[in-house]
């Protein structure tokens, strides 16, 4: 079974900083993107950054040059940096991978982790 653990999120002042962290664990074939997306209350579920298996990374126009996408493929493990956080940054934030796993689909899938509450407060 796979998981996907997220931690690191909390309440900051904007113009904060967090780190937010992400492993995925279990029988695992291949990851190919990491990312996190979020959810404000209200909003649709948006891309914030993804990250490929090669370290090619894609950023939403909101965040680019205050958010930092990295990762760890030793460890599966996706990281993302949020600097200058403002109250509009405040969600909920969702790790995703998109993988193979021995057994399953035979083609990469979607896999969430459960979410992570991020606050800014102005």
């Known amino acids: 079974q796979v998981q996907l653990v997220e931690s690191g999120g909390g309440l900051e002042q904007s113009g904060g900083s967090l780190r937010l962290s992400c492993a995925a664990s279990g029988s695992i074939s291949r990851i190919y993107i990491m990312g996190w997306y979020r959810q404000a209350p209200g909003k649709e579920r948006e891309l914030v950054a993804s990250?490929?298996?090669?370290?090619?990374?894609d950023y939403a126009d909101d965040v680019k040059g205050r958010f930092t996408i990295s990762r760890d493929n030793a460890k599966n493990t996706v990281y993302l940096q949020m600097n200058s956080l403002k109250a509009e940054d405040t969600a909920v934030y969702y790790c995703?991978?998109?993988?193979?796993?021995?057994?399953?689909?035979?083609?990469?899938?979607?896999?969430w982790g459960q979410g992570t509450q991020v606050t800014v407060s102005s």
């Open positions: 995703n991978a998109v993988m193979t796993v021995p057994g399953g689909r035979p083609y990469p899938y979607n896999y």
């Open positions: 990250i490929t298996s090669g370290g090619s990374t």
